[in-house]
C-alpha cells in the first residue's frame, strides 16, 4: 500500500499570480532605478539653486516643486534641464517663465 499524499498542488500559489507578482516586483524594480537616478540631478538642482538663491535645502525644493507644478513638467525634467545650463543649454520657455515667477514671488515675501 503506498501512503498518501496530500495535495500539494492545492497549496501552491497558481502560475497566474506568480507571473504577475514578478511583473509587478520588475516594474517596482524598473521606477526605484529611475527614482535613485534621477535623485542625483534633483539634489544637483537644489544644490544650485541654494547657491544662487541663497535659500535653504527646504526652500530649494519647494521651488522645484513650484516650477515642475507651475511648468507642467515633470521634476526630474526640470532638474535635468536646470542642471544643463552649466554646459551653456539654456532653460526650456515653459520652465524659465515658471522660475521667474517663482523667485519673483518669493521675492516679495
Known sequence: ????????AADQPELGEIAAELARLREE???LRHA???RSLVDQARGMIMA??????????????????????????VAQQL????????LPAPIRRALGQIVRASRRR
Open 1 to 8: 500500500m503506498t501512503p498518501q499524499r496530500p495535495d500539494l
Open 36 to 38: 535613485l537616478a534621477s
Open 83 to 90: 542642471v544643463a545650463t552649466t554646459g551653456g543649454h539654456q
Open 52 to 77: 544662487i538663491g541663497r535659500c535653504t535645502s527646504v526652500d530649494a525644493w519647494e521651488v522645484l516643486m513650484a516650477v515642475s507644478q507651475h511648468s507642467n513638467v515633470k521634476l526630474h525634467t
Open 29 to 31: 524594480n524598473a521606477q
